[in-house]
């Protein structure tokens, strides 16, 4: 593994008055230290993730599907199963409970009789990082925290300022160098302190580099969408798997496709299943699919080579149209391929012109203006139907993870120039003739 997985950061928890009532073990899921919610830290510099457990049985006395059914929607109804100790921590602008749309063009055109979009795009700050980042941000108000960092290629970063900025905190973010103009614009906007990070090796992402570096030497708390970085905020992506739950009745789909990159969407929201099913709220797991570019699939090598979990081969390099999935070190990938392993998953890497095909497709087929990270898995399912390992009949969720407003170069130059023409219907009629 390479040097970058070992993080040494400094930081400072205040400790509060009373439990997560239904937290019961904090372990790192690499040295295997176990922690107390007084002590608990956002990481514990070993390079692994702190694993939070719940307490399942007691969860069950105070939990059960008509409480949740009654509560109001939103990401924030699951409270109990997030690891905060106090509701007045809750930092939030309505993320959660975006739409799943059973898919009719898009789906008849791809032989799927039951395909379900889950719009990621109309959280807060256009993507799925949303789930993460808010609950990550609150747990850092909770604890006394002033400044909160991360390293992004561009929506987790995005999410972190716009939660930052809610709660009062002086947000730090290191982009790659070419990261999109557009997120670096909305970054700005937010008021973050934005600077753009050179690469100097291959198979070393210099953002997180310099995040570790930063936290230690300058005491501020990371908040990435990494697990290894930031325990806390790792848990908000359950709430995924919990809204998908309810939304299809209790009966999970037969599949989930993840566009994956550094594995936390993907591991986060099968974590969300697995405990909705301990809690007898669903009675069967989907099958994940973890989908990568080819430019960047270290995870999908891992699963196919039976690389061991915590000592995944990083990726040498990260050329990609889709730059939100190009994470050549993948830091919750020892819990992606756990959860294939545990749930029959498959993994199975994309080539970029099918990432384009699917982010126009799904634009003109479905009305839903995506990034190219945000469809990747929908090249996936392509592969995986024509091969036979999805049935038609099969019931399949993908989640469109990202706005097609953060890399507006894509969708510009895959799609044709805008006439200018004369007001006359003669040179409209024209201009419509010669429509490729």
């Given at each position: 593994?390479?040097?970058?997985?070992?993080?040494?950061?400094?930081?400072?928890?205040?400790?509060?008055?009373?439990?997560?009532?239904?937290?019961?073990?904090?372990?790192?899921?690499?040295?295997?230290?176990?922690?107390?919610?007084?002590?608990?830290?956002?990481?514990?510099?070993?390079?692994?993730?702190?694993?939070?457990?719940?307490?399942?049985?007691?969860?069950?006395?105070?939990?059960?599907?008509?409480?949740?059914?009654?509560?109001?929607?939103?990401?924030?109804?699951?409270?109990?199963?997030?690891?905060?100790?106090?509701?007045?921590?809750?930092?939030?602008?309505?993320?959660?409970?975006?739409?799943?749309?059973?898919?009719?063009?898009?789906?008849?055109?791809?032989?799927?009789?039951?395909?379900?979009?889950?719009?990621?795009?109309?959280?807060?700050?256009?993507?799925?990082?949303?789930?993460?980042?808010?609950?990550?941000?609150?747990?850092?108000?909770?604890?006394?925290v002033k400044t909160?960092?991360?390293?992004?290629?561009?929506?987790?970063?995005?999410?972190?300022?716009?939660?930052?900025?809610?709660?009062?905190?002086?947000?730090?973010?290191?982009?790659?160098?070419?990261?999109?103009?557009?997120?670096?614009?909305?970054?700005?906007?937010l008021g973050a302190?934005?600077?753009?990070?050179?690469?100097?090796?291959?198979?070393?992402?210099?953002?997180?580099?310099?995040?570790?570096?930063?936290?230690?030497?300058?005491?501020w708390v990371p908040?990435?969408?990494?697990?290894?970085?930031?325990?806390?905020?790792?848990?908000?992506?359950?709430?995924?798997?919990?809204?998908?739950?309810?939304?299809?009745?209790?009966?999970?789909?037969?599949?989930?496709?993840?566009?994956?990159?550094?594995?936390?969407?993907?591991?986060?929201?099968?974590?969300?299943?697995?405990?909705?099913?301990?809690?007898?709220?669903?009675?069967?797991?989907?099958?994940?699919?973890?989908?990568?570019?080819?430019?960047?699939?270290?995870?999908?090598?891992?699963?196919?080579?039976?690389?061991?979990?915590?000592?995944?081969?990083?990726?040498?390099?990260?050329?990609?149209?889709?730059?939100?999935?190009?994470?050549?070190?993948?830091?919750?990938?020892?819990?992606?391929?756990?959860?294939?392993?545990?749930?029959?998953?498959?993994?199975?890497?994309?080539?970029?012109?099918?990432?384009?095909?699917?982010?126009?497709?799904?634009?003109?087929?479905?009305?839903?203006?995506?990034?190219?990270?945000?469809?990747?898995?929908?090249?996936?399912?392509?592969?995986?139907?024509?091969?036979?390992?999805?049935?038609?009949?099969?019931?399949?969720?993908?989640?469109?993870?990202?706005?097609?407003?953060?890399?507006?170069?894509?969708?510009?130059?895959?799609?044709?120039?805008?006439?200018?023409?004369?007001?006359?219907?003669?040179?409209?009629?024209?201009?419509?003739?010669?429509?490729?």
């Amino acid at each position: 593994m390479q040097a970058t997985s070992h993080i040494t950061l400094a930081y400072s928890v205040m400790v509060v008055d009373v439990k997560v009532s239904f937290v019961s073990t904090y372990r790192c899921a690499k040295c295997g230290k176990t922690y107390e919610n007084e002590t608990v830290p956002p990481n514990d510099g070993c390079g692994g993730r702190i694993d939070i457990e719940l307490d399942i049985e007691s969860l069950k006395d105070v939990m059960d599907k008509t409480t949740l059914v009654n509560r109001e929607a939103g990401l924030w109804k699951y409270f109990e199963f997030l690891p905060l100790t106090k509701r007045e921590s809750i930092v939030t602008l309505g993320e959660g409970n975006t739409a799943l749309l059973e898919s009719k063009r898009l789906a008849e055109k791809m032989h799927l009789k039951h395909l379900f979009l889950k719009d990621e795009t109309t959280n807060p700050s256009g993507s799925f990082k949303d789930r993460p980042i808010c609950v990550g941000i609150s747990r850092a108000l909770e604890d006394g925290v002033k400044t909160v960092a991360a390293a992004s290629s561009g929506n987790a970063a995005a999410s972190m300022s716009t939660y930052a900025a809610r709660a009062g905190l002086e947000a730090m973010v290191f982009v790659p160098e070419n990261a999109p103009a557009g997120k670096l614009i909305h970054l700005r906007t937010l008021g973050a302190n934005v600077f753009r990070v050179k690469k100097e090796k291959e198979g070393v992402d210099p953002t997180t580099t310099l995040l570790k570096d930063a936290c230690d030497q300058l005491n501020w708390v990371p908040c990435p969408s990494f697990g290894p970085f930031n325990c806390f905020q790792y848990e908000g992506t359950k709430s995924l798997a919990y809204e998908i739950s309810e939304q299809m009745n209790w009966k999970p789909p037969d599949w989930i496709l993840f566009p994956t990159g550094s594995g936390g969407l993907m591991s986060g929201t099968m974590k969300g299943f697995s405990e909705f099913e301990q809690m007898g709220l669903i009675d069967e797991i989907p099958r994940p699919v973890v989908v990568q570019p080819e430019g960047c699939a270290p995870i999908v090598r891992a699963f196919k080579e039976e690389q061991p979990p915590l000592d995944i081969k990083p990726w040498d390099s990260n050329e990609t149209i889709a730059g939100g999935l190009a994470d050549p070190f993948p830091w919750d990938g020892d819990a992606a391929l756990k959860h294939l392993k545990a749930e029959d998953g498959q993994a199975v890497s994309v080539p970029d012109p099918l990432i384009e095909k699917y982010l126009l497709e799904l634009g003109k087929l479905e009305g839903i203006f995506a990034e190219p990270s945000g469809v990747a898995a929908l090249a996936g399912l392509e592969l995986l139907v024509d091969d036979g390992t999805i049935d038609s009949s099969d019931r399949v969720v993908v989640p469109i993870t990202g706005s097609g407003f953060k890399d507006l170069a894509t969708p510009d130059r895959l799609t044709p120039d805008v006439r200018v023409i004369t007001a006359s219907v003669k040179d409209l009629k024209t201009a419509l003739a010669k429509r490729k």
